[in-house]
């Protein structure tokens, strides 16, 4: 067969040879990266990784938070069981080493930042080397595609946080890159048909286990898969059918390991990816968490997901969609080929997921690393005139296309750095706030005193990570719940109210009367408002914790309701700008009991 490779393009950045140096510096920069990450995104890093990680290495009794997922067994334990292997490790050597409370702590919250800065580095390594099979290894389009990951302001705030959207995306990347992708070049005038039948399908099956593993963590990755899949038909169906016996032997494999893992974790027969499209396709759960508009990843998803690269991004897509000429010499045409299946790709999983009512940008995370490289080659053009691809003295230089490139890195780094260190760093650091004042107690308190804190969160559920970030045990702590309408028939989940939505909108003060201990325990004074008598029978009532954590929005409602109480102002920390969610807006606060502070 006629070779396939690219040939060698015009070299605009310094030109890299793939190997361990080069992962080596990634992995370096992921885990700056994970170190200076201080802020919140959404629950899932916590409540659909960590948390059932935490209760695995550490058992029931050690106060994770199990969320309706897990209890009804939508989640496959593959990826939190990654997490669980981690914080057994540190906490071994933590035994080892007889680390003292504050170490052992500091420890285990930041015991998740070393596997996910491997994967997050593991991501971007297979971005540039896709760039690098498509363009040729020493191209500046390669080359770019490998800047562009590495400076991607959405890679800098997500890859590495605990999601399963990140191993999704790296192994989507992954089982990209070993995609036999010259399948697709066709009957192409420079290749005889007995070379098409040979080509090879060396890792074929690394592909295939890859895919398999994203589709069992995600199953919406299938639509990827398919697509390439149907594609088939229009270059070479004979090669369908070596993929469909390779994918039933990788699918089977990965299928096995998974329904024996899921079956010793949630101790009877699970298949979680049943059960994910049942509650979240056929129940529509997935509404319950929000509806969003239909041109919400076309005018939200992309732009959050590409910041400055959109433009050069939607510009590679609409190349790659052009008519392929056969004239082309083979290197062009199988370039072009490539990049017109993977915009393909592109395309139909953005307008199939546009259908599903509840959209999050991270449901379109796996597309990133192939719109990056379809970004690559425009973008890398676009600078060719500029002091980056010629000589500083060149009579074809173009400095103001040299100074956008500039602002476009400024402007990357900006909201990258904002996101990762300012916007919603509050509900961070009340966490660490409340782990020291534990670690305080266990060094100070008399081992014949109860050392347990108590704390309560008045806010939106899941506002705040949970024992992933409070650790000890002896922090015993509740929050509002917002469990979804499991059991009630879709036409009569209108009028449903969680939790928290009977804390917020229907009334705080209702909600103190009807959950929490009379009020009289913690008055200054005797006289009690006529709304909260002494109640004859207490029942399962919550007991008023020395802590409540709330945003600076409820303080108008908590001075009308607790004024008059013991509570006061111990505690407060700044937590962003600006938020869409009214409930979410101010600072966090923190008001304590006196017996709180007594004992610190």
């Not at 933590?94 to 015991?111: E, K, M, N, S, W």
């Not at 074929?204 to 390439?228: D, G, H, Y």
């Not at 500039?406 to 402007?411: A, D, I, K």
């Amino acid at each position: 067969m006629t070779s396939t490779q690219p040939k060698v393009e015009d070299k605009g950045f310094t030109s890299f040879t793939p190997g361990w140096a080069t992962y080596s510096l990634l992995f370096s920069l992921r885990m700056a990266n994970a170190q200076t990450l201080q802020t919140f995104f959404q629950p899932d890093e916590y409540f659909q990784a960590l948390e059932p990680a935490w209760q695995l290495a550490f058992g029931p009794e050690s106060g994770a938070w199990i969320t309706w997922e897990w209890r009804e067994g939508l989640r496959s334990c593959l990826h939190p069981m990654l997490f669980a292997a981690w914080y057994k490790i540190l906490a071994w050597i933590c035994d080892a080493l007889d680390a003292g409370p504050r170490a052992r702590a500091d420890a285990l919250v930041t015991a998740p930042q070393i596997p996910q800065a491997i994967i997050a580095a593991l991501g971007d390594f297979f971005t540039w080397l896709l760039a690098r099979k498509i363009y040729g290894p020493d191209s500046s389009a390669s080359n770019m595609a490998l800047f562009l990951t590495a400076a991607s302001p959405w890679q800098w705030f997500c890859s590495v946080r605990s999601f399963s959207n990140s191993l999704e995306t790296v192994l989507t990347v992954t089982a990209l890159y070993y995609w036999p992708w010259d399948w697709y070049i066709g009957y192409h005038p420079n290749v005889s048909s007995e070379s098409h039948e040979s080509s090879p399908t060396k890792g074929l099956k690394t592909s295939l286990l890859a895919a398999a593993v994203a589709c069992m963590l995600r199953p919406t990755n299938i639509l990827i898969w398919a697509v390439l899949a149907i594609m088939l038909f229009r270059y070479d169906t004979s090669k369908l059918f070596a993929l469909v016996g390779k994918a039933s032997l990788c699918g089977s494999a990965v299928l096995g390991l998974s329904l024996l893992a899921d079956t010793a974790f949630y101790g009877k027969f699970s298949f979680p990816p049943l059960k994910f499209l049942q509650f979240n396709v056929v129940q529509s759960l997935s509404s319950f968490y929000g509806v969003n508009r239909p041109d919400y990843y076309f005018t939200e998803g992309l732009p959050l997901l590409l910041t400055t690269t959109l433009p050069f991004a939607l510009l590679g897509l609409w190349q790659a969609l052009r008519a392929r000429p056969k004239n082309q010499n083979l290197e062009m045409y199988r370039t072009s080929q490539i990049t017109f299946v993977l915009a393909l790709t592109v395309l139909v999983m953005v307008l199939t997921m546009t259908l599903i009512s509840h959209k999050e940008v991270r449901f379109i995370y796996p597309l990133l690393p192939t719109l990056l490289i379809l970004a690559a080659k425009p973008l890398a053009t676009f600078l060719k005139p500029t002091v980056f691809f010629s000589p500083p003295r060149s009579p074809t230089t173009n400095h103001w296309r040299g100074a956008l490139f500039v602002l476009m890195v400024f402007s990357n780094y900006s909201i990258a750095r904002y996101a990762s260190s300012t916007h919603q760093r509050g509900v961070i650091d009340v966490m660490r706030y409340l782990r020291h004042q534990q670690e305080a107690r266990l060094l100070h308190t008399p081992a014949w005193q109860n050392p347990n804190m108590t704390v309560g969160f008045l806010m939106p559920c899941h506002s705040t990570p949970w024992r992933s970030h409070l650790v000890h045990p002896e922090i015993q702590a509740w929050a509002l719940t917002c469990e979804p309408p499991l059991h009630i028939p879709v036409d009569q989940r209108q009028d449903y109210l969680d939790e928290a939505d009977i804390f917020y909108k229907k009334s705080a003060s209702t909600w103190v009367s009807a959950t929490m201990q009379d009020i009289e325990t913690i008055m200054d004074e005797f006289q009690v408002p006529e709304t909260y008598k002494p109640r004859d029978k207490q029942g399962e009532l919550r007991a008023w914790p020395e802590y409540l954590v709330f945003f600076e929005q409820l303080l108008p409602t908590l001075e009308e309701i607790l004024g008059r109480t013991r509570y006061r102002e111990c505690w407060r920390g700044f937590n962003t700008h600006w938020h869409d969610d009214w409930r979410r807006k101010g600072d966090v606060m923190m008001w304590c009991l006196p017996s709180a502070s007594a004992a610190e």
